[in-house]
């Protein structure tokens, strides 16, 4: 296994190797989030893009999505009513 600490993984930065395995053996990577939050991953999702933020990547993917699927954030909304003929 390659020592992952200190690179940079989308919003993660590598810390250290935990002596912990998640529920396949797998060793878990101790990583700190852009956003402050500490978490803990596998070096497969590491290094394959699977996990790229604590979670805050994906609330705020989310949550763009959302606004523009009612048109907060699309600049040719108008209010979805037209009183003009």
């Known amino acids: ?3 992952l600490v200190g690179k940079k993984f989308g919003r993660l930065i590598v810390v250290e190797l935990e002596n912990e395995f998640n529920k396949t053996g797998r060793q878990l990577w101790k990583c700190i989030c852009d956003c402050g939050k500490n978490v803990k991953v596998t070096t497969n999702h ?3 893009g ?3 933020s604590c979670g805050c990547f994906q609330k705020e993917k989310a949550s763009v999505m959302a606004a523009q699927r ?3 954030k699309n600049h040719n909304w108008k209010g979805g009513i037209s ?3």
Do not use: A, F
């Open 1 to 3: 296994m390659s020592n």
């Open 46 to 48: 590491l290094t394959k």
């Open 50 to 52: 699977d996990t790229v």
């Open 70 to 72: 009612i048109g907060l």
């Open 83 to 85: 009183c003009e003929p």
